[in-house]
């Protein structure tokens, strides 16, 4: 265990807050042996994986960091079509993704470069390019922080959502999430419907693509177009997409013609937050050393020495614009700590 320990480089905000408590989790006896010991009666703890979704209010955590540090990577087989993957909840996520296209298993290439570990992404169900990782998922082993019990948890129990689980909800903070189970086919088909994909593969001559070929264009999409955390703090879109009744759309659409919107199975439209947040004036905006990226207003930066605070008030900002503009709710898909 490490006392007042920063975590500048555990949040891809780059903040510098110091934590009362970190533990670093290589194994379940970690927690077991924490668990046992006299910091347990702590009220605050949280758990930590790449801090790549994480907003900390506060340049002081006084509570337990579970920082996820667990490792492996199993692979069976599974039936005439699919491997099961296992994976430790601290394998770095990108890392992992690499290795299972260079193998020619598919299901998740088109999440390829999306920061964090593992076991971070059931927590909001991560997705990009039109996967999300419910498709590719069959189950996680999760250590009940209250009792103490593994528990499997199968993908009905996941309640999985647009960026959301029940362990963003329900649950949220209750379990550590231990382990992952994917299917992943053995004889993919590449997943090229998003225009911009179909758009890069062009580009690079692509006419037949495999998934090796669809993880480097979203490579090439995403260094265009997001910020390198390593480079500008950030924690990728602030807020979630806002899921809007088609009649909403329609009257927003009246107003203004260009609105940008996806419409979804059941007469909701998945309107663009970014396209909201520009259109509103935000873009590429600039107030202290917080920011809106200059290349996707989904994206708050951190230019250096903004703290917690002044990014949640700037986004709150953005969020009361957004409402007295379009009367639409923004609602943070960062977790707030
Ligand atoms: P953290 O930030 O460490 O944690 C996120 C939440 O999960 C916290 O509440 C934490 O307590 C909890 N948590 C973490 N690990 C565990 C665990 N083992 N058990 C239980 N709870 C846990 N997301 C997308 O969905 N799609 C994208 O395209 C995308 N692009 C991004 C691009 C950039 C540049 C950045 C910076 C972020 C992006 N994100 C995207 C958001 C982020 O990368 C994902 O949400 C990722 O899964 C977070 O992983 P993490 O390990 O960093 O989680
Ligand atoms: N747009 C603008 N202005 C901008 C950027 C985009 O008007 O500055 C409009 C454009 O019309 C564009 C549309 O918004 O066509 C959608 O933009 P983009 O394709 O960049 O996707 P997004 O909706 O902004 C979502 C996810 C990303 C994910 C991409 C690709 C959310 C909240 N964000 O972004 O996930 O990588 O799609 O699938 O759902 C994340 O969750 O952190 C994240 C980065």
């Not at 990108?94 to 296209?101: A, I, K, L």
Request: proline residues 3%; glycine residues 10%.
């Amino acid at each position: 265990m490490r006392r007042n320990f920063t975590l500048k480089t555990f949040n891809t905000f780059g903040l510098d807050v110091m934590a009362a408590y970190v533990v670093t989790v290589n194994d379940l006896s970690d927690i077991e042996r924490l668990r046992k010991s006299g910091y347990w009666q702590l009220d605050k703890k949280m758990i930590l994986g790449g801090g790549s979704n994480c907003l900390f209010l506060d340049d002081y955590y006084e509570g337990i960091v579970l920082l996820m540090n667990n490792k492996g990577v199993s692979i069976q087989d599974y039936d005439a079509d699919f491997v099961k993957v296992s994976v430790a909840a601290g394998e770095d996520w990108t890392p992992f993704v690499q290795r299972m296209v260079a193998a020619g298993y598919g299901g998740i290439e088109n999440l390829t470069l999306i920061p964090g570990k593992v076991g971070a992404s059931p927590m909001q169900n991560i997705g990009a390019y039109g996967v999300e990782i419910k498709d590719v998922f069959l189950r996680l082993q999760a250590f009940d922080l209250e009792n103490g019990k593994l528990v499997d948890f199968e993908a009905a129990d996941c309640e999985f959502g647009y960026r959301s689980s029940v362990f963003k909800t329900t649950l949220k903070g209750k379990f550590v999430i231990l382990s992952v189970d994917f299917l992943l086919h053995k004889h993919p088909q590449a997943n090229f419907q998003y225009g911009s994909i179909r758009e890069e593969l062009s580009r690079l001559g692509v006419s037949q693509p495999e998934i090796v070929d669809v993880s480097v264009a979203i490579t090439n999409i995403r260094r265009s177009k997001l910020p390198d955390p390593l480079q500008l703090g950030n924690a990728g879109s602030f807020f979630k997409n806002p899921v809007v009744h088609r009649l909403v759309f329609d009257d927003l659409k009246r107003e203004f013609p260009d609105i940008v919107g996806y419409p979804e199975k059941t007469n909701t439209v998945k309107l663009a937050a970014a396209w909201l947040i520009e259109k509103a004036g935000w873009k590429g905006r600039r107030v202290g050393d917080v920011g809106v990226h200059k290349n996707q207003a989904l994206v708050i930066v951190n230019y250096g020495g903004a703290t917690g605070r002044d990014i949640f008030s700037f986004a709150m900002e953005i969020q009361q614009s957004v409402r007295e503009t379009f009367g639409i709710h923004l609602e943070p898909e960062v977790n707030i700590i």
